[in-house]
């Protein structure tokens, strides 16, 4: 027998041999249900990608649901932590498809608020009983690394975590800010999905992304990352793939938020229940990371009006509300249709405080940083 057709015959051999071990990888899923797939998850908090694909596919979201919520209180417990959020920019270099803030949004009214006033919003927060203030903001390179380090020092002086949203830097930049005191960082990934990633955020990269997202464990903050739920092109498979992710991190905090279409976007404007999917995906974080800390966003309001509340009893454990001051808030409009926007940081304050209250929960009295309780 000559040498080509021994090798001919390895090949088939070795293509039938590897495509019965498929046959047998996915056995387990085409006989898995839904109890089956949650008592693993609960019992190791591991699940592979198609257990999550099942798990995201799955109508019986009400055990999905249940499940989470009861992994929640385990670990957690019932108080809700509060995260007071100031968005303090609405300039943004960048340009991404789906964002309101885009730099070629011309329909945008921009604004600034100056350091000494971000500082002053944070002295104010303390009298609400906030622990952590959220700087948040589009990329503004008006924000050198001097004025964020004094805006950060400024607001630890009263004895604040602080949490900083925005967007990608430099390692220098992040070790800068660290050293003024930040604490925790937060970066969504968007998507892991790489060619939807680069198609949705023209002159940005999937892999700087990630880098960032390194970077920032590397220095020690506390590492909040996430998606978004139902963008145009977003499959349940990159989904599951992004959730995957997220737990190889592994993030201390995992922020989901609903893709809800902006008028002036170039994007798409695809429907779809993307409420549902944002619950589902918060709820498998839950079972796979039992302790860290996962908000219920303010974008879940805008699709459900009592859309945070369900959040939180679906795995969530946190909430951020706005401290924006009312003239800002507005303009602030990464989507539309932002619940809160005439009402002033003690409306918010005392809003939520109830609304926690009606659900049985109540307003964590202690910082709210990750703590590992899962062993995990
Ligand atoms: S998503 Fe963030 S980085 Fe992208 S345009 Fe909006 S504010 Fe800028």
């Known amino acids: 027998m000559s040498s080509v057709i021994v090798m001919n015959l390895i090949v088939i051999v070795l293509f039938y041999f590897y495509n019965i071990l498929n046959?047998?990888?996915?056995?387990?899923?085409?006989?898995?249900?839904?109890?089956?797939?949650?008592?693993?998850?609960?019992?190791?908090?591991?699940?592979?990608?198609?257990e999550i694909l099942y798990l995201l596919e799955t109508k019986d979201t009400k055990k999905l649901f249940s499940a989470a919520d009861e992994i929640r209180k385990k670990y957690s417990g019932d108080e809700v932590h509060l995260r007071?959020?100031?968005?303090?920019?609405?300039?943004?270099?960048?340009?991404?498809?789906?964002?309101?803030?885009?730099?070629?949004?011309s329909h945008v009214t921009r604004y600034r608020v100056e350091p000494q006033d971000i500082i002053e919003s944070a002295r104010k927060a303390k009298n609400y009983g906030y622990k952590t203030i959220v700087l948040q903001s589009g990329e503004d390179s008006y924000y050198t690394v001097e004025r964020m380090a004094k805006i950060i020092s400024g607001i630890k002086d009263f004895d604040f975590v602080v949490t900083l949203s925005i967007g990608e830097k430099t390692f220098e930049e992040y070790k800068a800010y660290r050293d003024a005191g930040a604490d925790r960082y937060l970066l969504r990934i968007e998507t892991t999905d790489e060619t939807l990633y680069n198609k949705l955020n023209p002159g940005m990269s999937l892999k700087n992304r990630m880098l960032c997202i390194e970077n920032i464990k590397k220095l020690g903050y506390e590492v909040g990352s996430g998606i978004i739920a139902g963008l145009p092109g977003q499959t349940l498979e990159s989904i599951a793939k992004d959730i995957v992710y997220l737990k190889s991190i592994p993030v201390d905090m995992a922020g989901i938020g609903p893709f809800i279409y902006h008028p002036d976007t170039p994007i798409e404007n695809i429907k779809g229940d993307f409420f549902e999917l944002s619950l589902k995906i918060i709820t498998i974080l839950r079972l796979l990371m039992?302790?860290?800390?996962?908000?219920?966003?303010?974008?879940?309001?805008?699709?459900?009006?009592?859309?945070?509340?369900?959040?939180?009893?679906?795995?969530?454990?946190?909430?951020?509300?706005?401290?924006?001051?009312?003239?800002?808030?507005?303009?602030?409009?990464?989507?539309?249709?932002?619940?809160?926007?005439?009402?002033?940081?003690?409306?918010?304050?005392?809003?939520?405080?109830?609304?926690?209250?009606?659900?049985?929960?109540?307003?964590?009295?202690?910082?709210?940083?990750?703590?590992?309780?899962?062993?995990?």
Do not use: W
């Open 23 to 50: 046959i047998f990888a996915i056995l387990p899923i085409m006989y898995a249900n839904i109890e089956s797939i949650l008592d693993k998850v609960v019992q190791s908090h591991t699940l592979c990608e198609k």
């Open 84 to 105: 007071a959020l100031i968005e303090f920019s609405n300039y943004c270099k960048q340009n991404c498809l789906y964002c309101g803030l885009r730099r070629d949004n």
């Open 290 to 376: 039992p302790d860290i800390n996962i908000p219920a966003t303010t974008a879940m309001d805008t699709l459900n009006k009592e859309g945070r509340l369900i959040a939180l009893q679906s795995g969530a454990n946190v909430i951020m509300p706005s401290i924006t001051e009312t003239i800002y808030r507005k303009y602030y409009e990464i989507y539309p249709g932002k619940v809160c926007l005439g009402a002033t940081p003690a409306d918010c304050r005392y809003c939520i405080e109830n609304k926690i209250k009606s659900i049985n929960r109540r307003i964590s009295t202690g910082k709210g940083f990750h703590i590992r309780q899962s062993g995990l």
